[in-house]
């Protein structure tokens, strides 16, 4: 077309020095008939001659002089620094004028004024083609218009420089320089259904499958498992249907008036609620991605990863991209699926806790049978509490009668990362003592039999791959945001397994899990048998365990939260705890701590956290006061905790749990007596719904949704009250994870950080990354 512009006719595979890999690869498929939408690259030499022409190497050069990649502040600002010079600079006239030509002339050939295009940024290495740059680089969808076009190619330009980009090429000793930037810019889809397709089944590596995974909208919610998608498993050869699992697809990624956005399906005047159960793909469009999905494979002799939409307007099925599958292992004998074998459902539930595992199922009655549970069983039981604990750290996967997705058991299970499914209703009634049965809590399904691979990744959920890299460097290469993101922890032993992940500190550290693995015995109990020095140590021992290992950052511990019920399971407890009708909105929490029943017992609680600070110097520790209802009683709890030597302070920070509505209203007075909060959406959501959290009915009936306007009004209040007063609000529930429009929300709302599950906080800082960006680009175009 041009000396700085190459249409995906005019380039293959071998141009990679050229376009990028990913501009090669979309050359590759239209020479070779696939369809692929239109388009063509802006080559790397305009990049080149771009910084060459403007002079912006030198500059480059000086600003990056003697950085120290280590050092994160440093590195985000000269990171800033470089992009904001090449955004600010001109194009130079003879590649501007070849871009805007190319434009022009590529709206004539589709035949539409001004097409909406996707702009993709293809980096490349010209001496280095082995060097993988997947992920760093930036896309921008919905584009149009000469303006803009020129604009998001110097955006394209500019994610060369970013942190993570930066910090990659440094410790893989590239050469910045060496390293271009070509720019693909392709015709949008207006995707009516999209999703990915394996042509072997990365879950089983069976090489004899296809899978494919399919939703309604754009693929993004697909490829970052913003919702679960049907999925299909197909016979190679045949191209029959092996299996099929149509789930709830409940939101979509879909073209709005100003971008792409995220929305409910049960928006009738796009879809209609009847979508949100029914099949995605019809058969006839199932066989047509298989056949392609072949057609691909062979032209690259290689199983490969494809992205693909069908489009609303013309129905017809385009190929968005394709690459090798980077995660098929060699399959181990012991674990690989029977060809002959026939799936048989037993029962299903809801996915709490996502992963497969086969074993012996124990049914667990009582609290006298606990014991029973081996290594490698699978746990069934009505519903677990934290004596359970033990027991659930030897079972391979936990399946519950009753629970919603936010009951002990599905929490527990997440950060212990074991599957569960909950919800099962008479699973404990259908499984059979010693029958071995595949729990699927992906999909939420209990198999009869050892039927699917047990071959686990030990990657973090939510990231599709990690480029063999090292877990510093994938913490390093996560995008930065604005919005802090915490982990929870329970389980002080687990720290080891998570703390490379990359979150800012431990938003919300229960002792739950100390008080029944550690300590084992009632508060007072100790205290009225003179041992309370046992309960002291043992904490401080959990606390510090966690603290020491990602120190500066801050651990925010929750002091005791155990309901009645639960506080007598532990030894002594029957005889100091009375029985309340209604646990859950009962003795508990900063009440607790005030009374003559309980006062000593949280002064050892005091105790312990003082311990952790002087005597270790783990001055990184906070408290957390739950299940706070007045101003009165935190203000009693501070006096007790300041006569044992917790007064709150510069260095001393104090949050309280926001999970009981009068905290709401009463937002402003609580912000002066505290440095923060942690929205405890589970219980907020419990009690301004009046929907008890761990009922399975409820749950399905779609009751307990932090998404209800009420609840998200309360969470409104409370952000716009605490940001007056100058304290951070946080969220702990696993909401901002798990539904992405609800994280939208909240960024949106200014909320400052969120604190989510080990399995989840990758995933979740990307999801944040990518909503504050396009927070950030639409302030950018005025809207």
Known sequence: MSKYIKSFNEINKKDIPIVGGKGANLGELTQ??????????????????????????????????????????????????????????????????????????????????????????????????????AGQQDTYLEISGLKEVLEYTKKCWASLWTARAIYYREKQSFDHFDVSLSVVVQKMVNSQKSGVMFTANPVNNNENEIMINASWGLGEAVVSGAVTPDEYILDKESISIKEKHISDKNIMIIKKDNGVGTVEVSVRDYLGFEKVKEQCLEHEEIEKLAKDGLAIERLYN???????????????????????????????????????????????????????????????????????????????????????????????????????????????????????????????????????????????????????????????????????????????????????????????????KYKNLPFEGIGLMRTEFIFTNMVGVHPMYLVKTGQGDILINKMAEGITKVAQEIYPKPVVVRLSDFRTNEFRGLKGGDEVEPIENNPMIGWRGVSRYISDEYKEGFRLE???????????????????????????????????????????????????????????????????????????????????????????????MGYFDERNMAVKRAIKILIEAAHKYGKTVSICGQGPSQYPEFAEFLVKSGIDSMSVNPDTVDYTRRLVAGVEQRIIMNKIRGL
């Open 32 to 133: 070779n008939g696939v369809n692929v939408p239109p388009g063509y690259c802006i080559t790397s030499s305009a990049y080149k001659d771009f910084i060459t022409i403007s002079n912006l190497q030198d500059k480059i050069k000086e600003i990056m002089n003697n950085l120290d990649v280590e050092n994160s502040v440093e590195l985000q600002i000269k990171s800033k620094t470089i992009r904001e010079l090449i955004i600010n600079s001109s194009i130079p006239d003879e590649i501007n004028s070849d871009i805007e030509n190319s434009y022009i002339q590529f709206s004539k050939e589709i035949n539409i004024e001004n097409p909406y295009v996707a702009i993709r940024s293809s980096a490349t290495a010209e001496d280095l083609p082995e060097a993988s740059f």
């Open 302 to 496: 290689s199983y490969q990863d494809i992205e693909w939409a069908f489009d609303k307007d013309t129905k017809n099925l385009y190929i968005l991209q394709a690459r090798p599958i980077t995660t098929l292992k060699e399959r181990e004998k012991e674990v690989e699926e029977k060809k002959d074998v026939e799936l048989r459902v037993l029962t299903k539930g809801l996915g709490a806790s996502p992963g497969i595992s086969s074993g012996k199922v124990k049914i667990i009655k009582s609290m006298d049978e606990i014991a029973r549970v081996k290594d490698g069983d699978i746990l069934v039981t009505v519903m677990t509490n934290p004596d359970m604990v033990p027991a659930m750290r030897k079972a391979k996967a936990v399946v519950t009668d009753e629970g919603g997705r936010t009951c002990h058991a599905a929490i527990v299970s997440r950060e212990l990362g074991i599957p569960c499914i909950v919800g099962a209703k008479n699973a404990s009634e259908i499984l059979k003592e010693g029958q071995i049965v595949t729990v699927d809590a992906t999909r939420g399904i209990i198999y009869d039999g050892k039927v699917l691979s047990e071959k686990q990744k030990e990657e973090n959920k939510g990231t599709k791959q990690t480029l063999g890299l090292t877990e510093d460097l994938i913490y390093k290469l996560a995008p930065i945001t604005a919005t802090k993101i915490y982990m929870n922890l329970g389980e002080p032993s687990i720290i080891n």
């Open 606 to 700: 005091c105790k312990a956290l003082k311990k952790v600070r002087e005597e270790y110097g783990l001055t990184n520790v906070w408290a957390m006061l739950p299940f706070v209802r007045t101003t009165w009683e935190l203000e009693k709890v501070k006096e007790i905790m300041a006569s044992e030597g917790l007064k709150q302070s510069n260095n001393f920070k104090i949050w309280i749990m926001a999970e009981v509505p009068s905290v709401i209203f009463a937002a402003e007075e609580f912000a002066q007596l505290v440095d923060g909060f942690s929205i405890g959406s589970n219980d907020l959501t419990q009690l301004i719904m009046g929907a008890d959290r761990d009922s399975g009915i409820l749950n399905s």
